[in-house]
């Protein structure tokens, strides 16, 4: 038998997990797989469960895949992302849970039965697949996981033909990273991502031997430095609220990775104030496009 497992950060005054739980969230680095997980293996879990109703229910049926028999499960998710609907989607799977209300979340209890059904379906739907009209492979739960994202295609359009040595910031599927790589004249370029699905697609969809598809927290983890350029649409949005500082970080990264003259090409809503923090952090600063919402600017060392 696993020890219990955990998935993403739960808060600690709602339901606590052992401190040798293994995390299997791929929204934290180097966390284990929960499709890698035996059938019937583990003693326990903790989920906060995420808010895409596909994305949740992957998760869910997951875990209870992987529950022994009469192991329990605590799930919780804020009311208006997803907690709302948790005790019907564990009924669903014939797992029935107590619901308790609490903090503006409802915590899910429940014993795993010795048959749970409709498993395979959920998981299906919510693995990974491949989406024609973008020519990606990708899975739900992923940053526009199916459609392409309109500040990324606004600043794919505004890119010229890059040099040299390069990195993508928040590289998701490598939709970016690709459109890149069709100049000849770049010879190298690192895409970085949080989300360990996105890091497993864009090795899908990104096969050109000078990229270099990195898991990793760009808040936490080094970079290549000298770089010629940097590409980003980063995002700002951290566990459902905006975050103003995770792109503002992406931005000084990327500062502190490029050569002098090298530039950052980056696409953002329209409201964002990053122009004082791109300012500061590079010697010119251009508004190459405005439309849409979306901003996007060229900033050189």
């Known amino acids: 038998m696993m020890p219990h497992a955990v998935y993403g950060h739960p808060p ?36 906060f469960a995420p808010a895409g109703t596909i994305e949740r229910r992957y998760i869910l049926a997951h875990v209870l895949r992987a529950l022994a028999p009469g192991a329990r499960l605590i799930a919780l998710a804020p009311k208006d992302r997803g907690g709302t609907r948790l005790g019907k989607e564990l009924a669903g799977f014939g797992c029935p849970a107590s619901d308790q209300p609490r903090r503006h979340h409802r915590i899910c209890t429940a014993t795993r039965p010795a048959g749970v059904t409709g498993l395979e379906a959920a998981i299906d739907e919510g693995g990974p697949r491949h989406i024609d009209n973008l020519a990606l492979c990708t899975q739900p739960g ?30 998701g599927l490598g939709l970016l990273g690709r459109a890149v790589l069709a100049s000849a004249a770049v010879t190298e370029i690192t895409l970085i991502d949080l989300d360990r699905r996105a890091i497993e697609m864009a090795r899908r969809n990104v096969s050109d031997p000078r990229a270099r598809i990195v898991w990793g927290d760009l808040r936490g983890k080094a970079i290549p430095s000298g770089l010629d350029f940097a590409v980003s649409n980063p995002p700002f949005h951290d566990g459902g609220a905006e975050d103003q500082a995770l792109g503002k970080s992406f931005i000084q990264r990327a500062a502190e990775a490029l050569r002098p003259g090298g530039a950052l090409w980056l696409v953002a809503n329209a409201h964002l104030p990053y122009e004082a923090t791109l300012r500061e952090l590079f010697r010119s600063v251009t508004t190459v496009a405005q439309e849409g919402g979306y901003k996007v600017f060229e900033a050189r060392k």
Not at 15 to 42: C, G, N
Not at 160 to 165: E, S, W
């Open 12 to 47: 600690v005054d709602l339901a606590e997990a052992p401190h040798d739980a293994v995390q299997f969230s791929p929204l934290v680095v180097d966390s284990a797989r929960i499709e890698d997980i035996a059938d019937a293996t583990l003693d326990g879990a903790t989920v």
């Open 142 to 171: 992923v940053f526009s996981w199916d459609r392409l994202d309109p500040g990324t295609a606004l600043l794919m359009s505004r890119l010229p033909a890059l040099k040299g040595k390069g990195a993508d910031l928040g590289s």
